[in-house]
């Protein structure tokens, strides 16, 4: 509710470190294993199922990323023997991403340039080329990452206290992972404001081509299949790079042509896609294409159950922020979602969110309070909908960032959110 700084306290440092000795973690799932047979003429009793191996601790932000890209690069399953050892492996960088949320950040991005610095001075045998389509369909090998606050228990909950770092190398050729890395870090130094194109999207929803990214990287091991939700994108996921590039260097036209040509590819309908199509044609002036571009916005977010927008409200109040840069197109958003809605005779709960800042109670009522407001825009639009739709408001109790910053780079904790329920 009230712009606060993220520090990790003495207390919370030492409640990582204790579980250290408690928890397996970091990327890589903790699965039940089945018990060791115990030896012939041994009791069962003598041999104790072996203890899970602790996570890496809590370091400074630069050493856990150099740990993390260490472990990656030192320990790499190659191709096999027969190669000609001066042979040098291509490597293409999907760009790294928050583990929640999908969005790219300062943080994310300094991170994909230090690890393409490390494997151009240290590690000759990785001839680093850029994320494209040409380059892709040569089937190099894949680097890709998330970034992820954790709580003091590692768990992408409650108030966040670390950041995950999780790195993995996968082999196009073989469709396989060759290499992982992990760390985590304390978010002293770490800048997570989200890069232009991911600030100023709209909205979020579940997306297969970020799921299956970050299902490669996170929950597995070296030897792992790919996820195929990410190995079927992976070309039109090299055209939605550049196009986010595009967009970040104010080349609207070309982000705009680049959206286009990943959208005709036949995995390129993707939620990002979308989104930056709306966001292309806004910013070139063209308000008849981006409303329609928005359209398909919320046609996918209720297809796929679930639509977050981000409506950002004046701090505790339910009305919405004067700045016309951020709530100048709300008008659009709101009676398209309702024409949408009303025309699929759908019924939704419509949720409030806040961030973790303030009383939780107050949080409660105030995302309930939001939720009717913007439940009442909708029905002002599309009477018919009075009868379809509930309010609700969780307070911070589902947040997808933690950091309590109450900036651009939590604005999805205080989202709105349209979920599709039984009429």
């Known amino acids: 509710m009230t712009t606060k700084h993220f520090k990790i306290s003495a207390a919370s440092v030492w409640i990582a470190s204790l579980f250290v000795a408690l928890l397996a973690g970091g990327c890589d799932s903790l699965q039940d294993k089945p018990a060791t047979p115990a030896a012939p003429g041994t009791s069962s009793a003598a041999q104790p199922p072996a203890a899970a191996p602790a996570p890496p601790p809590v370091q400074p932000y630069d050493k856990a990323v150099l740990s993390a890209a260490t472990a990656l690069f030192n320990n790499a399953k190659l191709p096999p023997a027969g190669v000609p050892p001066q042979t040098r492996y291509t490597v293409v960088i999907d760009p790294l991403i928050d583990g929640m949320t999908g969005a790219q950040s300062v943080a994310t991005q300094s991170m994909g340039v230090r690890l393409t610095t490390m494997m151009r001075e240290q590690y000759p045998q990785f001839d680093v080329k850029t994320f494209s389509a040409a380059n892709v369909a040569k089937s190099p090998l894949v680097l890709i990452g998330t970034f992820t606050g954790v709580n003091a228990e590692r768990k992408t909950a409650g108030t966040r206290e670390a950041y995950r770092i999780c790195l993995a190398l996968a082999d196009l050729r073989t469709g396989k992972l060759v290499s992982k890395g992990l760390a985590f870090a304390l978010p002293d130094g770490v800048d997570p404001t989200p890069l232009a194109f991911f600030r100023d999207a709209p909205a979020w929803s579940e997306d297969p081509a970020t799921e299956g990214y970050i299902k490669t990287c996170q929950g597995t091991k070296a030897g792992d299949p790919i996820n195929p939700l990410y190995l079927d994108r992976i070309v039109a996921a090299s055209l939605v790079a550049e196009a986010i590039d595009a967009y970040d260097a104010g080349r609207y036209q070309d982000a705009l042509d680049l959206y286009t040509s990943a959208l005709s590819t036949p995995a390129g309908n993707q939620f990002r896609v979308l989104n930056g199509i709306y966001l292309a044609n806004w910013k070139l002036g063209r308000q008849p294409q981006a409303e329609a571009a928005f359209g398909k916005i919320v046609d996918y977010g209720l297809d796929h159950q679930r639509l977050a927008v981000k409506f950002l409200f004046r701090p505790g109040s339910t009305a919405f922020v004067q700045d016309p840069k951020l709530s100048g197109p709300y008008p659009v958003w709101l009676k398209t979602i309702?024409?949408?809605?009303?025309?699929?005779?759908?019924?939704?709960?419509?949720?409030?969110?806040?961030?973790?800042?303030?009383?939780?109670?107050?949080?409660?009522?105030?995302?309930?309070?939001?939720?009717?407001?913007?439940?009442?825009?909708?029905?002002?639009?599309?009477?018919?909908?009075?009868?379809?739709?509930?309010?609700?408001?969780?307070?911070?109790?589902?947040?997808?960032?933690?950091?309590?910053?109450?900036?651009?780079?939590?604005?999805?904790?205080?989202?709105v959110e349209f979920k599709v329920i039984g009429c």
């Open 338 to 415: 309702a024409k949408q809605t009303s025309g699929g005779g759908k019924c939704l709960e419509v949720t409030g969110h806040t961030s973790p800042t303030g009383p939780e109670p107050l949080n409660e009522r105030l995302s309930l309070l939001r939720a009717e407001y913007v439940k009442s825009r909708l029905e002002g639009s599309s009477p018919a909908l009075a009868k379809r739709m509930i309010a609700n408001g969780v307070g911070s109790k589902q947040t997808m960032v933690g950091t309590g910053r109450d900036d651009a780079s939590d604005a999805l904790d205080r989202r």
